[in-house]
């Protein structure tokens, strides 16, 4: 089955910087690769996806970018807010199906 | 925006009882998801379901688990004898088709096992 690797397990930057979150997938199959965002107590929310058919994917301070042939993945988000600060996780599946998460990424963005 | 939604928000049971955990996707979606998160780690799969039957299933969803579409708008998870180690928080998602569109997920269950 799938196994979906994160880096770092903790990430603190300072207000206005970036932050790069990374992780790598172990089966080729695998097409959909979502991110996370997840505070405390609460519910995972989406914040961005991407489908193996693209390379690159924007939305506004947030990008991701996918390697197929490496079977890794990233998280970019520009320009931190204290907002950010929240376990990050990514996963990846086969359709939508069977769905394995990384350990998730506490980011903590000083102000 | 409609959400999927989850009840009770906190569960608590005797070891060996069993518990169902009900879950009302958003209307129009036809995949069905729970997914379990232990305190502190990450968020695990347990099963999919679509047009009235499992789709995948992990290695967690071993014979104490079942799910059910009772009717057209809820989706259950039952645990049969509950166990110490089940106690997490159990999330329910919906997409609104198979492959490849965001799953949301619901503000999740809290199970305690006592």
């Known amino acids: 089955g799938e196994n979906v690797e994160q880096h770092p397990s903790t990430l603190s930057v300072q207000e206005g910087d970036s932050a790069v979150i990374k992780c790598t997938y172990s089966?080729?199959?695998?097409?959909?690769f979502p991110w996370y965002k997840q505070e405390l107590g609460k519910r995972p929310q989406l914040i961005i996806d991407i489908r193996s058919n693209v390379g690159e994917k924007k939305d506004q301070r947030i990008a991701v970018t996918l390697n197929k042939t490496a079977k890794h993945f990233s998280l970019h988000i520009t320009e931190t807010q204290p907002e950010d600060s929240a376990v990050y996780f990514c996963a990846a599946s086969y359709n939508n199906n069977d769905m394995r998460f990384g350990a998730g990424t506490r980011l903590t963005v000083k102000p | 925006e409609p959400e999927v939604t989850q009840t009770p928000s906190h569960q608590v049971t005797q070891m060996g009882q069993e518990v169902i955990l009900r879950c009302v996707p958003i209307s129009n979606h036809l995949y069905f998801y729970w997914y379990r998160q232990i305190l502190g780690q990450k968020v695990e799969f347990l099963v999919s379901?679509?047009?009235?039957?499992?789709?995948?299933k992990s290695e967690i969803f071993d014979d104490q688990f079942s799910v059910e579409r009772p009717d057209g708008s809820n989706f259950t998870l039952k645990i049969r004898s509950t166990k110490l180690e089940d106690s997490a928080m159990y999330f329910c998602?919906?997409?609104?088709?198979?492959?490849?569109?965001?799953?949301?997920f619901g503000d999740g269950t809290r199970l305690s096992i006592l």
């Open positions: 998602a919906s997409s609104a088709l198979g492959g490849n569109q965001p799953q949301h």
């Open positions: 089966d080729s199959a695998s097409n959909y």
């Open positions: 379901f679509y047009n009235n039957e499992i789709s995948e």
